[in-house]
């Protein structure tokens, strides 16, 4: 998989994630709204450690 392809994951990842920040309740968190938050926070760390092995920027 080339750079380009990891970013375009990432983006994915990313904008997955923000959604389900958005549609986290103040109150009475559903156990699979949390183990959709850890998978995608997990998949997102996986693709900057791919991307990034040296630990530099994630500026992309």
Not at 20 to 42: G, I, T, Y
């Amino acid at each position: 998989m080339d750079k380009k392809e990891l970013l375009l994951q990432l983006n994915i990842v990313e904008q997955k994630l923000a959604d389900v920040k958005a549609r986290w309740p103040f109150h009475s968190v559903q156990p699979r709204m949390v183990a959709e938050r850890e998978d995608l926070e997990e998949e997102r760390e996986r693709l900057r450690r791919l991307l990034f092995p040296e630990g530099g920027t994630n500026d992309y």
